[in-house]
């Protein structure tokens, strides 16, 4: 599924993406409301009905930083691709500004921000508390 996806141009790969956390988010009772236009950093926003709280959310297909997202009070949802044939994807959301604190802030002066396809050993174990959920893709 992997290679399949990464056929994909940019537009399906983020409406692919957008439907994949919207699925992990509705297992816990969260939906997305998807925006027509990007609204201070946020592609869609989650709304919690239970809580009403609204979360805005940029959707990437890696896990990303940048100092374009900084200070807003926007959250990252990104997958990681897994599994023996990468047909996993796990899903982590968390605001990006802490995710520039584990990442380490002196990534933010690489080239627009710092982004990388896979995440690290290391960056897994520092991530595993935001991970939402896993979509498996065998088909």
């Excluded at 509705?26 to 919690?48: I, K, M």
């Excluded at 996993?88 to 380490?104: M, T």
């Excluded at 982004?115 to 939402?132: E, V, W, Y």
Aim: charged letters at 25%.
């Amino acid at each position: 599924m992997y290679s399949e996806y990464m056929d994909f141009d940019s537009r399906s790969k983020e409406a692919f993406n957008i439907a994949q956390l919207g699925a992990v988010l509705a297992r816990g009772q969260e939906y997305l409301l998807r925006l027509p236009f990007d609204s201070n950093g946020a592609d869609v926003l989650a709304y919690n009905p239970a809580t009403l709280k609204t979360r805005p959310i940029q959707v990437k297909a890696r896990v990303t930083i940048s100092e374009k997202y900084l200070n807003r009070g926007l959250f990252i949802a990104f997958p990681n691709w897994s599994g023996e044939t990468g047909t996993r994807q796990d899903w982590y959301l968390l605001p990006h500004d802490e995710l520039v604190g584990i990442l380490g802030a002196e990534k933010l002066d690489e080239r627009d921000g710092y982004s990388a396809r896979r995440l690290s050993k290391k960056q897994k174990a520092d991530l595993k508390n935001f991970m939402i959920g896993s979509i498996d893709l065998k088909g």
